[in-house]
């Protein structure tokens, strides 16, 4: 972020001096800087529980806990029972007592020791023999040295059942399957043709929702009207300005040499050391669903491992950049969830991108005149250069998984809606499964859907209300919500605005693309063809697209990949990205208490558009 940016963020700073004159005081101030970062966390996690009381699990165990235990006989309808035995007729857990010895299992560990002897395995019944299992449902009891805990962040409670936010959501999740195939070319103001109409008739209908009164957390401040080239896009700023995708999901690297052109922009290709990493995807069969018919359904609800990618993906097609929310989905069906902050990463340090400016002087000294009091000559490289920013971007990840987890299986439990569609397909057959309330407010959502439904009906081939996935297995064995997609993105991308500088522009310069801090600059953006075979020039832009937006846009194109593939809700996006960033705060934090000699001082620009600076010493008053 700029320095130029206005702070208005009170910082921590650290009592750990230099200089350590022999090996026992350096050993004595290590373990200082450790109590020291130790106290600051404890600290910190007591003040959130304190603002937070209503959504920490301490105060509420069970988020869900009310919703499960409504009546004996609603069997859990809004919790996530994958890879548990269900109804063939309701599609609900066949047995209760098997949800809660699952829930058990969660608490008290899947595999524990008797007596400190003999290992044994929690009693939770397997559907399948190959089934496919839970994912990490203990991870949010380990404990981490640095970074906030892993239950020492929380979310906000998701929108339940009987909620308008759930109904827009589940909307939005229903419209983004229609929009599968269509060209993200389409999705910009005033697209003329089938395509445009398509995308037209999803803002209608969304729309429709939103003059009922229906709200979202992207809608909750500004009440906006929704358009083509803001639906589905996400919440921060610069998400909605320009292609859909973020330049960093398709561009390649700087030219190494005049005149070559293995790597450019439009090349594709990421220079990655003496190898390169290709922003090209495989090509999944176009128009072909999943999981719309109910044996199908079932065998996915039941934990059955059905992946097939002969099936999945066209095997005559060769691979192109993403050109459709199915490229996208299939992007973040397999990424390595660093992935795309990593690349990112990589491209902006090809193309020198410049840092926060506090750090650029730190990382040798970039400064065209060199200035006494902010030049030196070291370089940066396991401080402040390439090297720093590629490991700690990729490190932060793990931290955000595991806060993840927690939140997921110890908290929310929340379905995903692939089950939360099986409720508006199986309506008929819920009214003597669950009780009076949950079924009126079953039968509330599904009027509400109503138009939507009837382009799902007209999909689907069997005329029903499944939710079409992307995926054959639908959604990962476990809950919805927070988004581990989404958690990763926020904290990746948090260390990337951190180091930065996200006023910085992507702009022409002697014919092609640079990335600065410039004034003034003619713009430079790429987009897929409507067929992946290339990319092209983005040639409408009235300014420059920013680092800040495009980094934005990029935990924003992650996470709402995983709704198009229909594994995720909104608010699952929305509310994880800002836990994710708070991870990452609390990690850089943490390690400004560890630098004795070099000044950690850095700003960045959060989601919602505050300022944080994070800095070992320098505390800013609050701007008057």
């Given at each position: 972020?700029s320095?130029?940016t206005e ?18 005081d350096?050993v004595?101030?290590?373990?200082a800087y450790r109590i020291?970062a130790?106290q ?6 007591l003040?959130a529980l304190a603002?937070?009381e ?7 165990p069970?988020i869900?806990y009310v919703e499960e ?9 809004m ?7 269900h109804d063939?007729?309701?599609g ?6 098997d949800f809660?010895a699952y829930?058990?299992a969660i608490?008290?560990?899947f595999v524990k020791r ?5 290992p ?5 019944p397997?559907?399948?023999?190959e ?9 949010g009891?380990?404990f981490d ?9 929380t ?7 009987g909620?308008d936010?759930?109904?827009l959501?589940m909307?939005?999740?229903?419209e ?5 195939d269509?060209p993200?070319?389409a999705f910009?103001e005033?697209?003329?043709?089938e395509n445009?109409?398509?995308?037209d008739?999803s ?6 929702l939103l003059?009922?009164g ?5 809608m909750d401040?500004?009440?906006?009207r ?6 589905f896009?996400g919440?921060?700023?610069?998400v909605?300005?320009?292609p859909?995708l973020s330049?960093f999901m398709l561009?390649g690297?700087?030219?190494l040499e005049?005149g070559?052109?293995e790597?450019g922009p439009?090349s594709?290709?990421?220079?990655y ?7 090209r995807?495989?090509?999944a069969?176009a128009?072909?669903n999943?999981m719309?018919?109910?044996e199908s359904w079932?065998?996915v609800?039941?934990?059955g491992n059905v992946?097939d990618?002969?099936v999945?993906?066209d095997r005559?097609?060769?691979r ?10 299939t992007?973040v069906h397999?990424?390595a969830?660093y992935?795309?902050y990593l690349?990112?990463c ?6 020198g991108a410049p840092f926060d400016e506090?750090?650029d002087a730190?990382?040798g000294?970039?400064?065209?005149i ?11 490289f396991?401080l402040y250069g390439?090297?720093h ?5 990729t490190e932060?990840?793990?931290r955000?998984l ?11 439990r929340?379905l ?5 569609a ?7 057959n819920?009214?003597?499964s669950v009780?009076?309330a949950?079924?009126s407010?079953?039968s509330?959502m599904?009027g ?6 009837t382009?799902?009906?007209a999909?689907?081939?069997?005329k029903?209300a499944?939710?079409p996935m992307?995926?054959q297995?639908g ?6 919500y ?9 904290a ?6 951190a180091?930065?500088n996200t006023?910085?522009v992507f702009?022409k310069?002697?014919g092609g ?5 410039v004034?003034?600059?003619a713009?430079?953006?790429?987009m897929?063809?409507?067929?992946g075979?290339?990319l092209?020039?983005d040639?409408g832009l009235?300014?420059?697209l ?10 924003a194109n992650?996470s709402i990949?995983?709704n198009?593939g229909g594994?995720?809700y ?9 836990m994710?960033e708070?991870i ?11 630098y ?19 800095s ?6 609050k701007?008057?």
């Amino acid at each position: 972020m700029s320095e130029k940016t206005e702070v208005n963020e009170i910082v921590e700073t650290s009592t750990v001096k230099p200089p350590h004159e022999s090996f026992t005081d350096r050993v004595a101030a290590s373990e200082a800087y450790r109590i020291e970062a130790a106290q600051f966390a404890t600290k910190r996690a007591l003040d959130a529980l304190a603002q937070r009381e209503d959504i920490h699990p301490e105060h509420r165990p069970d988020i869900n806990y009310v919703e499960e235990k409504i009546g004996a006989a609603d069997s859990f309808a809004m919790s996530f029972t994958k890879g548990l035995k269900h109804d063939k007729d309701t599609g609900l857990v066949s047995k209760p007592a098997d949800f809660e010895a699952y829930r058990k299992a969660i608490v008290e560990g899947f595999v524990k020791r008797d007596d400190g002897d003999e290992p044994f395995t929690q009693e939770v019944p397997s559907t399948l023999e190959e089934g496919r299992p839970w994912e990490a449902p203990t991870a949010g009891q380990v404990f981490d040295l640095q970074g906030p805990d892993a239950q020492a962040v929380t979310m906000q409670k998701a929108p339940q059942l009987g909620d308008d936010e759930l109904t827009l959501e589940m909307a939005e999740v229903y419209e983004l399957a229609l929009l599968r195939d269509v060209p993200f070319s389409a999705f910009r103001e005033k697209q003329a043709g089938e395509n445009g109409r398509k995308v037209d008739g999803s803002v209608t209908r969304l729309e429709r929702l939103l003059d009922k009164g229906f709200r979202k957390r992207m809608m909750d401040a500004s009440g906006r009207r929704l358009s083509a080239q803001n639906v589905f896009r996400g919440s921060s700023k610069g998400v909605d300005f320009g292609p859909y995708l973020s330049q960093f999901m398709l561009i390649g690297s700087r030219s190494l040499e005049q005149g070559k052109e293995e790597f450019g922009p439009l090349s594709g290709y990421i220079n990655y050391g003496a190898q390169r990493i290709d922003q090209r995807v495989p090509v999944a069969q176009a128009g072909v669903n999943y999981m719309t018919d109910l044996e199908s359904w079932i065998k996915v609800q039941d934990g059955g491992n059905v992946r097939d990618n002969g099936v999945l993906f066209d095997r005559s097609a060769q691979r192109r950049f993403m050109a459709t929310p199915r490229d996208l989905a299939t992007y973040v069906h397999d990424d390595a969830l660093y992935q795309a902050y990593l690349n990112a990463c990589l491209l902006l340090l090809s193309y020198g991108a410049p840092f926060d400016e506090r750090f650029d002087a730190l990382s040798g000294g970039r400064t065209e005149i060199p200035d006494p009091f902010t030049y030196r000559a070291a370089g940066g490289f396991a401080l402040y250069g390439g090297p720093h920013i590629l490991s700690l971007v990729t490190e932060v990840a793990t931290r955000a998984l595991k806060a993840v987890r927690y939140q997921k299986f110890n908290v929310h439990r929340r379905l995903r809606p692939e089950a939360l569609a099986a409720r508006m397909a199986l309506l008929d057959n819920l009214e003597n499964s669950v009780t009076e309330a949950t079924f009126s407010k079953f039968s509330k959502m599904e009027g509400d859907l109503k138009p939507t439904l009837t382009e799902i009906r007209a999909l689907n081939t069997n005329k029903s209300a499944f939710l079409p996935m992307a995926f054959q297995e639908g959604s990962p064995m476990h809950p919805a919500y927070g988004a581990g997609h989404a958690t990763v993105a926020g904290a990746c991308v948090t260390i990337l605005k951190a180091f930065f500088n996200t006023d910085a522009v992507f702009f022409k310069k002697d014919g092609g693309l640079s990335i600065g801090a410039v004034e003034n600059a003619a713009p430079m953006a790429f987009m897929a063809s409507d067929d992946g075979s290339e990319l092209v020039p983005d040639t409408g832009l009235s300014a420059p697209l920013t680092v800040g937006g495009e980094l934005n846009k990029l935990a924003a194109n992650i996470s709402i990949g995983r709704n198009m593939g229909g594994v995720h809700y909104y608010s699952d996006y929305f509310d994880s990205i800002r836990m994710g960033e708070e991870i990452a705060i609390g990690l850089l934090k943490e390690q400004a208490l560890g630098y004795p000699t070099d000044n950690f001082e850095l700003t960045l620009e959060k989601f919602d558009g505050a300022c944080e600076v994070i800095s070992r010493d320098l505390v800013k008053l609050k701007k008057s």
